[in-house]
Every structure is written in C-alpha cells, then in structure tokens.
C-alpha cells in the first residue's frame, strides 16, 4: 500500500518545478514591409511599456570578439499595435537607443544603420511578454505582400501570414 502512494506524492514536484520557469517568448512581433522598407510590428499585449531590436545574426568570429550591431527603439505605446520603421524615425514619444558597450561584457556595440545583402537579420521586441524573434534578409521583403507580415514559424524558420491574422492569434498568446 506505501508503494501505491509515492507516485501521488513525487506528481507535484515536476509541476512546482514548472511554475518556477520564466514565461516563454510569444508570436508578438512580425516582420511587414511598406515600400520596399522593412517595418516592426509589435502587439504590445496592453502594456505600457514597449520596444522593437533588429540586430545581425552573422554569428562570424569569436564569441568575446564579435560585435553586436543593433537598433533599439523603446516607448510608450499608442495603440495595442505599434508598427516601426526599422532604422527609421521613431514614433512620437519613443527613443532610438544609443549604442552603449555593456559594462558586464567584453561585447562591443554598435548602431545598426543599414540593412546590406547576404546578412541575417533578427528582430524581436517586449512588451509584458517577450517576443519570439524573426530572422530575415533583405531577400524576404519581396515575398512580403502589402497585406502580410512574416512571423516565426517553428524554432529555425518563418511564414507569412496576413495582416489582420498576426495581431488576433498574438493577442491570443498575451
């Protein structure tokens, strides 16, 4: 009978031990374009604080001596879905972020202002929920049709979906 009970008692430990977990990144970024410039959207799940990285992902040289290049933007949301130009003016409000070596690391940092060919890109953003994040190049923007977003699709790939599709199901994810 004491045998019988033991599998009752170790059930609640696997599940404590999943409550203790960070909540997972959400589908609550995508990729649009409007003409011919790559634009971020975010669903900012009614948060009143938000922001949008796009950084590249060349992953090429040491770890302590690569360089990140990024552009950050960061503010208060007007609406529950903020679009922003990447490596455009920032909305009324919101701020670009200077490029700031981090004290903890060895990292350097630098502006990105640019997007070049044959580079991978990645955007992602926060807002009460991090986003899962979006690799692209500039060969995905033709693919991206003026009522379409690209999303991600699985842990290594992306999709396009339409417009008004990407802001319900991430709104279903906040």
Request: with cysteine; proline share 9%.
């Amino acid at each position: 009978m004491r045998g019988r009970r033991r599998p009752w008692i170790l059930l609640p430990l696997p599940l404590l031990l999943l409550t203790a977990c960070s909540p997972a990144e959400e589908p609550i970024v995508a990729l649009a374009v409007q003409d011919g410039q790559p634009i971020g959207v975010l669903v900012t799940c009614d948060d009143s604080d938000a922001n949008i990285r796009v950084f590249e992902n060349d992953h090429q040289g040491e770890p302590g001596e690569r360089t990140l290049i990024r552009w950050s933007i960061g503010g208060p949301p007007a609406s529950e879905v903020v679009e922003v130009a990447l490596l455009g003016q920032p909305p009324e409000g919101w701020e670009v972020a200077d490029a700031v070596d981090s004290p903890d690391s060895d990292v350097d940092v630098e502006l990105l202002t640019e997007f070049r060919a044959g580079v991978t890109y990645t955007l992602d953003g926060s807002s009460r929920r991090d986003a899962r994040s979006v690799d692209f190049t500039l060969a995905d923007l033709p693919r991206i049709g003026p009522d379409q977003v690209l999303v991600s699709h699985g842990s290594r790939s992306t999709k396009v979906v339409s417009r008004e599709t990407f802001p319900r199901k991430a709104r279903d994810r906040c």
